[in-house]
Each structure stands twice: as C-alpha cells, then as structure tokens.
T-cell receptor, first 112, second 111 residues
Framework: DTEVTQTPKHLVMGMTNKKSLKCEQH?????MYWYKQKAKKPPELMFV???????INESVPSRFSPECPNSSLLNLHLHALQPEDSALYLC???????????FGSGTRLTVV | GQNIDQPTEMTATEGAIVQINCTYQ??????LFWYQQHAGEAPTFLSY????GLEEKGRFSSFLSRSKGYSYLLLKELQMKDSASYLC????????????FGKGTRLSVIA
C-alpha cells in the first residue's frame, strides 16, 4: 500500500457544525502533516506530527484541532469554522521529516 | 529565513520543451523536490535533487546547482496532460524542518 487516503473527499459544513477530516496511511511513515491550500496558491503547512506527537503547529486557530490516535491515522477536528476556511485540506506522510512526502487526494471543504 | 521563487505562469506548445526555474535562499540546504499538481488534486512527486547535476526520468529532468541556489525542471515532448502547477520545495539541513514550498508555476500547454 503506497497511498495516503483522505476522507471525505468533499465536505460542506455550516459555521456552527463540528466535523472531522480523516487521513490514513499504511506505509509505516512516522511523520504526518496537514496542509491547507487555497485556489492558485501553494500548500500552507498547518501541523506536523512526528512519531505520533505534535511537533509543529504553525499558529493555526484553535477551531482546527489535530489528533494522531496511532501511527497510521491522523484526524483534523473542525469546529466553528469561518467561510474563509474553505479550502483544499491535504494530508501528507513521509518516512520521517527528512524525506519527501506522499500526499493524499485532499478534502475539499466548503464552509457556508 | 527561507525564500523560494518560481515564475507564476508559463505557456508552451504541445510537443515542445519547457524549462521551469526555481531559485531559493534557505538557512541550510538538504534537497530540492519538484511536485506536479493538477487543479483540484493533490501534488504528486516528480523528482528529487540533493547533489549538483541533472536527474533524468523519462520526459522529465531536474537540475540542481547548490552554489547558485538554482534548480530547473525540464519537460520534453509536452503533452496536453502536462498542463498543471509545478511546485518547487526545499528541505533544510535540519531534519526536523518540513518542506518549504514555492508558490508554484502554472503551466498551460496549448495545441
């Protein structure tokens, strides 16, 4: 298995909703990442997990809450989002932080 | 700090060759990656350079000059499906630092 799987592929949520994005990989990668990407912009780093511990939080608002239940799973919990949070959310993994990434196909999030 | 610069947009003709440049200034350097991203899709890995020189992989080649802080991605025999964004990303010397992405170059291949 050489893939990073993200679910759901599309999500529409209201500003008062709580939802979660999921990411899964079975390549034995020990570093996992959340990126946010707006249209025609490069990916922006949000969080880095290394060996299941949060190692980098790029000053992301608390309405985004990451979780790494085990070495294969990465979640992003969403609560009270704003319309400007609408974007493509990408998960990626790498053997450790010294290697290139494998990206998931992303979740297209729309906040209404 | 880190700064990665690439052209915003390029247009090339089907069957032609195009070169996408990337310059970088980073506090330490430990490799440069090129990714391809079609609209609305995830980036996919194209190439990796850590030593000076040219790496060739089919129709795609990538070049690195560490002394000049410069890389390019060369696409030969362009096809319409090559229309995409191409992202240059740099890894710093510190193994604990994630990749830093440039803003990407949107390539349009025309008939």
């Amino acid at each position: 298995d050489t893939e990073v799987t993200q679910t759901p592929k599309h999500l529409v949520m209201g500003m008062t909703n709580k939802k979660s994005l999921k990411c899964e990989q079975h390549m034995g990668h020990r570093a996992m990442y959340w990126y946010k990407q707006k249209a025609k912009k490069p990916p922006e780093l949000m969080f880095v997990y290394s060996y299941e511990k949060l190692s980098i939080n790029e000053s992301v608002p608390s309405r985004f809450s990451p979780e790494c239940p085990n070495s294969s799973l990465l979640n992003l919990h969403l609560h009270a989002l704003q319309p400007e949070d609408s974007a493509l959310y990408l998960c990626a993994s790498s053997p450790d932080r010294s290697y290139g990434y494998t990206f998931g196909s992303g979740t297209r999030l729309t906040v209404v | 700090g880190q700064n990665i610069d690439q052209p915003t947009e390029m247009t090339a003709t089907e069957g032609a060759i195009v070169q996408i440049n990337c310059t970088y200034q980073t506090s330490g350097f430990n490799g440069l990656f090129w990714y391809q991203q079609h609209a609305g899709e995830a980036p996919t890995f194209l190439s990796y350079n850590v030593l000076d020189g040219l790496e060739e992989k089919g129709r795609f080649s990538s070049f690195l000059s560490r002394s000049k802080g410069y890389s390019y991605l060369l696409l030969k025999e362009l096809q319409m499906k090559d229309s995409a964004s191409y992202l240059c990303a740099v890894r710093s010397l510190s193994g604990n630092t994630p990749l830093v992405f440039g803003k990407g170059t949107r390539l349009s291949v025309i008939a």
